[in-house]
């Protein structure tokens, strides 16, 4: 995978700018836009409540949703009191969407009242008729009954799960309006959740121009599928009466349901090996002679839980490679024999690992390991190191475009470049972003929560010659007061916490420190910006005095096609 700077910023794309000229202008709005202040639906993960270790793919329970009143901030009809609304479940709406917002929905508000109403998979300019599905506090849920216009960037989706997979949830938005939107809502939140003046001059310098990924399919070296006793269906499906449900699944869960599974054949965010792997995975899996049987998470029976399928580069050569790693209920080694046999083959084969997991729950990490074929990790390069990785352990999923987001962190943490700096890497992971600049300063010491992540981060040092760098395991959302007596005085911070952000004891240590330079990575923006608004502005409740300066937001697309946004901020000691 040859490494390609994109050109920074969707101002500088001229491709998809001229695409788009070439489009229809899109249909008048007819939603009026609410007077007064409205809400707006934030969900922000719960830092002190987490339990999730995995970066970027926790539950959808493990968030809080708040509801953040704010400021309506283009209202041009100041006077104009919008009506009072009630929408009743059930009841059908004409709404027009405006934009995406938390999880890719689309925000729409009903006609002169303001109300927001969300819709998943409806795009900005789409005129459709929604029906009402839930009812939050302030805003409403509804399910797309009917398009009655299209939306005004729509491409034709290339993935024929597009419409339905809960991975991929704009492949039909133009590119350019993906990261157009994802742009809009980091600034809606720094502005609303994190309480930057979008009126002052100078915020404008903060807030930078999205990076936009330059390869839009093939991306992900990580992807996940499920295993599933029945197959789920779409609604026009399943008034097809020739298909079948009662058929064993394998694939993506349907959106928002951890029970149901789409199976798919091929996805178009992993690389082609990795579809091959599925693909042979998929053509033998249900053979009955092999006895597997998909694991059954409301009886609790079955073997098959997940399939984990990496992809990585040799070192050297940079050879593609492949890992492949079952997640069973039990260990039963004989069961997959004839899996691992006919995998084992593909030339770019490296690792087939088990793990085992007993629990009831959904999460892929077992409680052991064992390695079936070759060896236990697979290796990526980012930014000329070599990383190995081993099945549970954190990694960019899309190195291509990490090598960017690095880039990014390194002109943040502005070093001096004379070897006299001290830097703390907060969720390490396996080390990546401290031993990428390892070489550029005094000392790196990594912190993560991971065991096997920090066996890697070790491994990864030594491979690649690095002796300054330390990397102790614990966990940051523990943290006492006695947290940093092991280690000396950090004068730049990198912090890449998952999505529920850095909890409230880890920001207060952050406040004491007052390390010249926070470089915040951030997978959230919703909870990036309630930090930023600590680390920067305080909170009385909280006992917090705030001590930085937020001196830049650079969004990131890392993840085409899906809602997740990733950013670089740079927080400066005032
Ligand atoms: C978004 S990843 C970043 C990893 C790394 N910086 C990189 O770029 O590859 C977040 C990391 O935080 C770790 N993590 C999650 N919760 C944690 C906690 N409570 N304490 C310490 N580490 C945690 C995860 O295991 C994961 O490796």
């Known amino acids: 995978m040859a490494s390609i700077m994109p050109t920074f910023g969707l101002r500088r794309l001229p491709l998809l700018n001229k695409f788009r000229s070439t489009l229809p202008p899109p249909p008048p709005l007819r939603l009026h836009r609410s007077s007064s202040s409205i809400a707006l639906p934030v969900a922000i993960s719960s830092a002190a409540s987490s339990s999730t270790y995995e970066g970027s793919e926790e ?5 809080n949703t708040l509801s953040t009143a704010i400021e309506e901030p283009r209202n041009k009809n100041k006077n104009k009191k919008p009506k009072p609304f009630f929408p009743k479940r059930g009841e059908t709406l004409e709404l027009v969407c405006e934009t995406l917002a938390f999880k890719g929905k689309g925000l729409c508000k009903v006609e002169d009242t303001g109300y927001v109403v969300m819709c998943d998979r409806a795009l900005p300019g789409e005129r459709f008729v929604g029906r009402v599905t839930r009812k939050k506090n302030n805003y409403s ?4 009954v009917k398009t009655l216009s299209p939306h005004r960037d729509m491409v034709e989706a290339p993935c024929e799960y597009a419409s339905h997979c809960g991975g991929c949830r704009t492949q039909n938005l133009l590119y350019e309006a993906q990261v157009r939107a994802k742009e809009e809502q980091v600034r809606d939140l720094v502005v609303h959740v994190g ?3 979008y009126k002052d001059a100078e915020f404008e310098n903060v807030m930078k121009p999205i990076v936009p990924c330059d390869m839009q399919f093939h991306y992900r070296n990580k992807m996940e599928f499920s295993f599933g006793p029945k197959r789920w269906l779409p609604k026009e499906q399943l008034a097809n009466k020739s298909e079948d449900t009662n058929v064993f699944s394998l694939g993506l869960h349907a959106p928002g349901f951890f029970d149901k599974v789409l199976n798919v054949d091929k996805c178009f965010l992993q690389s082609e090996p990795a579809n091959k792997v599925l693909a042979a995975v998929q053509d033998c899996w249900r053979n009955p002679e092999l006895g597997l049987s998909p694991y059954d998470c409301h009886s609790h029976t079955g073997f098959m839980k997940h399939l984990t399928i990496r992809s990585g580069r040799d070192a050297e050569t940079r050879d593609p490679q492949l890992m492949v790693n079952f997640v069973t209920s039990s260990y039963k080694p004989e069961l997959l024999k004839p899996l691992v046999d006919k995998l084992a083959v593909f030339p770019e084969m490296v690792s087939i690992m088990n793990n085992i997991n007993t629990s009831v729950g ?10 079936l074929y070759g060896k236990a990790t697979i290796t990526e390069i980012l930014r000329g190191l070599a990383f190995e990785i081993s099945a549970n352990s954190f990694f960019q999923t899309n190195a291509h475009q990490a090598e960017i987001l690095y880039k990014l962190v390194e002109d943040c943490a502005g070093l001096k470049g004379d070897g006299s700096e001290i830097i703390l890497d907060l ?7 401290g031993l990428t600049l390892a070489k550029k300063v005094k000392h790196v010491y990594g912190y993560e929560v991971v065991p096997e992540a920090i066996s890697d981060a070790r ?3 030594k491979l690649n010659g690095i002796h300054n760098a330390t990397f102790i395991q614990g966990d940051l959302n523990k943290i006492s007061e006695s947290f940093g007596n092991d280690f000396q005085r950090p004068d730049i911070v990198i912090s890449d916490p998952n999505r529920p952000g850095m909890h409230t004891n880890l920001i207060k240590y952050l406040l004491k420190l007052k390390a010249s330079r926070i470089v915040y990575v951030s997978c959230n923006p919703a909870t990036c910006a309630r930090d930023l608004d600590l680390l920067c502005h305080g909170s009385v409740e909280q006992k917090l005095q705030g001590c930085y300066r937020l001196t830049s937001i650079q969004p990131v697309d890392m993840f085409p096609h899906t809602p997740h946004i990733e950013c670089v901020c740079l927080l400066e000691l005032c």
């Not at 849920?141 to 797309?144: A, H, N």
């Not at 969720?427 to 972003?433: A, D, L, R, V």
């Open 141 to 144: 849920e509804v399910t797309k």
């Open 195 to 197: 309480k930057f003046p």
């Open 59 to 63: 539950p959808e329970s493990n968030t």
């Open 459 to 461: 491994r990864n040092a």
């Open 427 to 433: 969720f390490c992971g396996t080390g990546t972003i």
């Open 362 to 371: 959904n999460t892929s990490v077992g409680e052991e390991e064992y390695t």
